[in-house]
């Protein structure tokens, strides 16, 4: 007898399927909508009836537009025999590898339960002797600065006070947020147009991420980051000079020590255009910049980039957060950078092997205060701007952040999901249903770039108002008062090493 579709896919899969719609046959009106819009095939029409056919990944499109509601999706209980030491997650991995011989591709962050501690900190307010202020009735201001910010203000007794040195070039954002580079490419155009909006709306920054800047997004260029990865794709002077600040890329959260992965078949002709590569082939960043070897090398790249944009916007670094950041980032600031971007290693990405993603790296938490630290030790922290990314999931992530170290934060997967991403964890398959890590255009039509960007714009807008509340409570009246203010942040954590390492206090302790 003919084996089905369905049942050839099981038999490649070999693991059990993890998820399973179901759907209510006695509401379901038979419209097929659900069937159609599942990019994953995980549903058929058989018989008149909507059935399950394998390969569900939970990215809950079916559930979002099936007019009956009458769709769930479950979660299928282990159907391995347990056992905690070859849990289910690691024989998944094995017979995957034993099938395809091959190295496991994943995307979005970790999935591994790994202590989180932004969650195992709380912040102080402020009670009797250092009153709060009314974010309602007075000003608490969130304005960030962006930019080197060099100099130091002289008193002059003869005259106005003034500034020792060029500070060079700033920007002001409304808020302490960035959205993280989404390249197109990794994403969808109408994705990446909905996140340029969002920054133009909001008065931020966003990252180009290494692709390139489509010539539609030039009217963002003053809100965007152009980046210079190590496949330099569609970087010309132009177009660096056309936006707001250029970020070198050395490194990501996601896959530290590595290149990034755009498979051929999402070169399509517009990424092609974009990325100035030919239609169809792979789009691979080698792992190191083939020039910088050293923090020397490091330094005549930022001085030529510093000089083909004619010293009128800021340049900065990206790293990923490694073991001996801090003394990296000392050594960035040395080489001249205007701003210093570090991502933990529970950042996303549209493609990276598990391995890396789950197993190499610092969390964030630890790598800002360690830089923090580093900096004001050496002198330099009054010279860079720090961006802190690799998870920042809400405002109370944001605001410990902040008070860890950082100026600002770089978010990307919590904008994604205001745009609809459910974090299935499919990207690098380039068959989002949601028409956001796509290239397909039937699915890439889904995502109406006002719709998603005005969720964007809510979601930012919403942490901004969150910032001041808890600013106003803790009686600071401007977002700067609290960078590396970690005095105001206690540790409850299992961990009073990681809390020493912080600088931050155990609860309990109180100040001085
Ligand atoms: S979308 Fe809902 S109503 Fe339409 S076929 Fe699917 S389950 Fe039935
Ligand atoms: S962008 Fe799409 S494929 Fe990627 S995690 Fe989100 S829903 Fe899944």
């Not at 046959?25 to 029409?45: G, Q």
């Not at 990215?59 to 979002?64: A, E, K, L």
Request: hydrophobic letters at 40%; a neutral charge.
């Amino acid at each position: 007898m003919a084996q089905t579709e369905a049942v050839k896919r099981r038999m490649e899969l070999e693991a059990p399927e993890r998820f399973m719609p179901v759907i209510d046959a006695s509401l379901c009106k038979r419209c097929r909508k659900c069937v159609n819009e599942c990019s994953y095939r995980a549903l058929d029409f058989v018989d008149g009836n909507v059935r399950p056919a394998g390969g569900c990944v939970a990215c809950g499109r079916c559930i979002n537009v099936c007019p009956a509601h009458c769709i769930e999706i479950r979660q299928i209980p282990s159907q391995f025999p347990p056992h905690a030491n070859f849990n289910e997650r690691v024989r998944r991995a094995i017979m995957s590898q034993a099938s395809t011989g091959g190295v496991l591709l994943t995307s979005c962050g970790t999935d591994i339960a790994y202590p989180v501690m932004f969650d195992e900190m709380v912040l102080d307010a402020a009670q009797v002797t250092n009153p709060a202020i009314d974010p309602l009735r007075e000003v608490v201001e969130t304005r960030t600065y962006v930019g080197g910010r060099k100099g130091r203000l002289r008193v002059n007794e003869k005259g106005p006070p003034y500034l020792d040195e060029d500070p060079g070039p700033i920007i002001a954002m409304d808020m302490p947020i960035m959205i993280g580079h989404i390249s197109l490419g990794s994403v969808s155009y109408n994705a990446q147009k909905a996140l340029f909006m969002a920054a133009k709306e909001l008065n931020i920054l966003a990252g180009s991420g290494e692709g390139g800047l489509h010539r539609d997004f030039l009217p963002y260029a003053k809100n965007v980051v152009s980046e210079i990865a190590s496949g330099r794709f569609g970087v010309t002077g132009d177009y660096l000079k056309s936006t707001a600040a250029v970020e070198i890329k050395i490194g990501q959260g996601a896959k530290p020590g590595h290149g990034g992965h755009l498979p051929g078949e999402k070169v399509s002709a517009m990424i092609s255009q974009t990325r100035m590569i030919p239609l169809g082939t792979d789009a691979i960043s080698p792992y190191p910049h083939h020039d910088i070897y050293s923090i020397e090398d490091l330094q005549q790249l930022i001085s030529v980039v510093k000089e083909s944009v004619e010293y009128k916007v800021p340049v900065g670094v990206k790293i990923a957060a490694v073991h001996n950041v801090g003394a990296i980032a000392s050594g960035i600031v040395r080489a001249g950078a205007d701003f210093i971007t570090i991502d933990g290693f529970r950042g996303g990405t549209g493609s990276t092997p598990r391995i890396i993603r789950d197993h190499v790296g610092l969390p964030i938490e630890v790598a800002i205060s360690v830089v923090d630290q580093r900096l004001t030790k050496e002198g330099l922290r009054n010279r860079v701007t720090v961006f802190a990314g690799g998870s920042i999931r809400s405002s109370a992530d944001m605001i410990k952040a902040i008070a860890l170290g950082a100026d600002a934060v770089m978010v990307c997967t919590a904008a994604l999901v205001a745009m609809g991403c459910r974090v299935c964890q499919q990207c690098h398959r380039g068959m989002c249903s949601w028409g956001i890590a796509t290239q397909r255009e039937e699915l890439a039509s889904r995502l109406n770039p006002e719709v998603a960007s005005a969720r964007v714009v809510r979601l930012f807008r919403s942490w901004n108002e969150e910032l001041k509340e808890i600013l106003g409570a803790m009686g600071i009246d401007s977002v700067e008062s609290l960078v590396g203010n970690r005095d105001r942040l206690r540790y409850f954590g299992p961990n009073s090493k990681i809390a020493e390492i912080m600088g931050v206090k155990h609860v309990g302790e109180g100040w001085g």
